[in-house]
């Protein structure tokens, strides 16, 4: 049967599971898979972009957010801040009394971002993240992966419920179908991302 709805999904791990008492679960199953996806998936297709105002030391980072790519702020050309580790900004912090500034650096402190030097003003902030996998259910039915990858996420969630199977020698087949699924996910992207690096423009001699 073909695979591009929530609902679709769960009848496909029913039938492929053979079993009467996991419907319950079966949505666990898939939740468990989402999240072993964003470990081990970086597509370009999860990359997002948001911007916002920012005058303040820390910045909260978006609810979808993942992973950090870039960070950076303007107004004008957006300038890059270096990424640096918590003990590195509080000793620059230090050194230099905290004093306000456009700022250079930035540093991960939860699920928030802190800026040194502490603002002057406010300023544009662009952060380009990876997001989180969109969660399937039964308001959000699909979304770019179930229609991409339709295997990886049938293939991941049955080895999330290797649990309830106990002994069964179909997990570690499974295991291999999901984990190459995966692997060709992150090839397809990377071919994707980087094909363009390979076109030279033509130069024509006289």
Do not use: C
């Not at 591009?4 to 599971?17: D, G, I, M, R, V």
């Not at 000793?91 to 009394?97: D, G, L, Y």
């Not at 991409?148 to 570690?172: C, I, K, M």
């Not at 699924?181 to 992207?189: D, K, M, Q, W």
Request: proline share 5%.
């Amino acid at each position: 049967m073909a695979i591009t709805t929530y609902s679709e999904l769960k009848s496909s791990l029913a039938n492929w599971l053979d079993r009467d008492d996991l419907a319950a679960v079966i949505p666990d199953f898939i939740t468990l898979a989402e999240r072993n996806m964003e470990r081990s998936l970086r597509h370009y297709k999860m990359v997002e972009r948001s911007s916002g105002q920012l005058d303040t030391q820390y910045s909260a980072v978006p609810a979808d957010w993942l992973e950090t790519i870039r960070f950076g702020i303007s107004p004008g050309t957006i300038y890059r801040l270096e990424m640096t580790t918590l003990d590195d900004l509080l000793s620059r912090r230090e050194k230099s009394s905290d004093v306000a500034g456009r700022p250079k650096y930035f540093a991960h402190v939860g699920e928030s971002l802190e800026l040194f030097p502490t603002p002057d003003t406010t300023y544009t902030t662009e952060l380009v993240y990876y997001q989180k996998i969109p969660p399937l259910s039964e308001s959000n039915s699909t979304n770019w992966l179930l229609g991409d990858a339709p295997d990886a996420y049938l293939y991941g969630s049955l080895v999330q419920a290797a649990p309830y199977l106990g002994e069964d020698e179909r997990v570690t087949v499974w295991g291999t179908l999901y984990s190459a699924a995966v692997t060709s996910l992150n090839a397809a992207s990377d071919k994707a991302k980087n094909s363009a690096s390979t076109l030279r423009m033509r130069t024509m001699s006289y």
